[in-house]
């Protein structure tokens, strides 16, 4: 039930909850918007009614709009925006202490509203908070790895990580994890439309807004390897259901490294189509 309920006090009835449904099941036939019952269960729970209300009538889902924070002025400007994505570096150096508990929370709660596909908002994302269990994730990591390679069993494509074990035994460089206090892992059910795109764009609004509270954060393809194909029993241990794939992975924590400017990356992939008469 999408719990559809507009205060006539506010409502100036514009019209724009009606016309912005991507549902198309609010109707202003009685001059008030509304959904008829019939109609509910058409909702995508996107919410776009609440946020496209100008005076704050309608409430939703049982979100109301004092809930919400405004967004008139309050967004970043142009030039900040593009500093931040054009500066955002993969840290490979961090310090070795835990984040601030709030600020793991709100890191993870922007993620959150990551948009999906369909809206099915079914993204998962688990996280080792605690640099201490990290380190024995680590060690564990590295623990099966070696075993595999001493037995023969590391899949072809997957030899290069006993380059990994040596690293990490010999000269205690953490190539899988890059000595990262925090490890995240975005999966989704295999079964939605779009699980694996779903799970990259929420990690990369963790990592955005990641940057710009002093987080680092790396992109850890190796660890979702390694998660996903060696560690047998470490996807329960981690909370994925069965039925979910695992779409990425991101090692986070207090970066050990600042860096000073943007690079400057060429634009050659850039290819303007010509107009189809």
Request: net charge neutral; aromatic share 6%.
């Amino acid at each position: 039930m999408p719990e559809f309920s507009v205060d006539k006090e506010k409502c100036t009835q514009c019209g724009l909850c009606a016309k912005d449904c991507v549902a198309h099941i609010i109707d202003m036939d009685s001059g008030w918007p509304r959904i008829p019952k019939e109609k509910e269960i058409g909702c995508r729970k996107c919410q776009h009614c609440l946020a496209i209300c100008p005076s704050g009538a309608v409430s939703i889902l049982g979100k109301s709009p004092s809930q919400s924070t405004l967004i008139q002025g309050a967004f970043p400007d142009p030039d900040q925006m593009e500093i931040l994505i054009k500066g955002r570096r993969s840290v490979r150096h961090y310090v070795d202490e835990n984040l601030d508990p709030e600020l793991m929370q709100r890191l993870l709660d922007v993620a959150c509203q990551a948009p999906t596909g369909g809206n099915v908002r079914q993204v998962q994302l688990s996280v080792i908070d605690d640099k201490h269990m990290m380190d024995k994730f680590r060690q564990h990591t590295y623990d099966v790895v070696e075993k595999l390679a001493n037995d023969g069993k590391l899949p072809d494509k997957r030899k290069v990580f006993a380059n990994f074990v040596f690293l990490w035994q010999k000269k205690h460089i953490d190539v899988l994890f890059r000595g990262a206090p925090h490890l995240l892992v975005a999966s989704a059910p295999r079964n939605i439309s779009s699980p694996v795109a779903d799970c990259v764009i929420a990690l990369s609004y963790f990592e955005l807004f990641a940057q710009t509270l002093g987080v680092g954060t790396v992109w850890d393809g190796l660890a979702r390897c390694a998660i996903d194909e060696l560690l047998s029993g470490v996807r329960k241990k981690l909370g994925i259901p069965e039925d979910h794939l695992i779409g990425a992975a991101m090692a986070f924590g207090k970066p050990a490294v600042h860096y000073h400017c943007t690079v400057e990356n060429d634009n050659s992939n850039i290819v303007r189509c010509p107009v189809f008469l």
